[in-house]
């Protein structure tokens, strides 16, 4: 467990600020609306947010990791996932409206409305980081389940 969080907190640190730059980018180039000005305006704001959010999110998972796993109740991806809030803000202080989604992402993920939310951690642009979510999600079932059976 204590592998995969350090890795999930490690890559949020180093990733979390220009997954938002590439989520308010990828966005308002679809878009294809803004002026080169107020887009160059935009993505600087998402580079002053991303750094925020990256704080926040690592923030949020070390706090995460603190507290015993019978505690949790939230899960790491969940937290990494509210990464999106900083892009939906400046998305839609730029006037950019909402995409199309399908059902299942609008039922899923009401708030993104920019489709944007990172589906797994490696989404960041790092492949171990699903491998560490996975490893702390192990790591956190054998916890729980000794705890239950302390004999097996």
Do not use: C, H
Request: net charge negative; glycine share 8%; proline share 5%.
């Amino acid at each position: 467990m204590a592998d995969g969080a350090r890795t999930l907190i490690s890559g949020v640190e180093r990733l979390g600020a220009a997954w938002v730059v590439r989520a308010v980018a990828g966005v308002v180039d679809a878009w294809g609306r803004l002026d080169e000005d107020r887009r160059s305006a935009t993505l600087a704001e998402a580079q002053v947010a991303g750094q925020r959010a990256a704080t926040r999110v690592a923030g949020e998972l070390r706090a995460l990791f603190a507290i015993d796993p019978a505690a949790q109740r939230a899960t790491p991806l969940e937290i990494i996932r509210s990464l999106r809030r900083e892009p939906t803000q400046i998305l839609a202080a730029a006037g950019i409206p909402p995409v199309d989604r399908d059902q299942y992402d609008e039922r899923a993920f009401p708030d993104d409305v920019y489709a944007i939310v990172p589906k797994s951690a490696a989404d960041l642009g790092d492949d171990d980081l699903g491998g560490a979510l996975l490893a702390w999600g192990i790591g956190k079932a054998r916890v729980l389940r000794e705890r239950q059976n302390p004999s097996s």
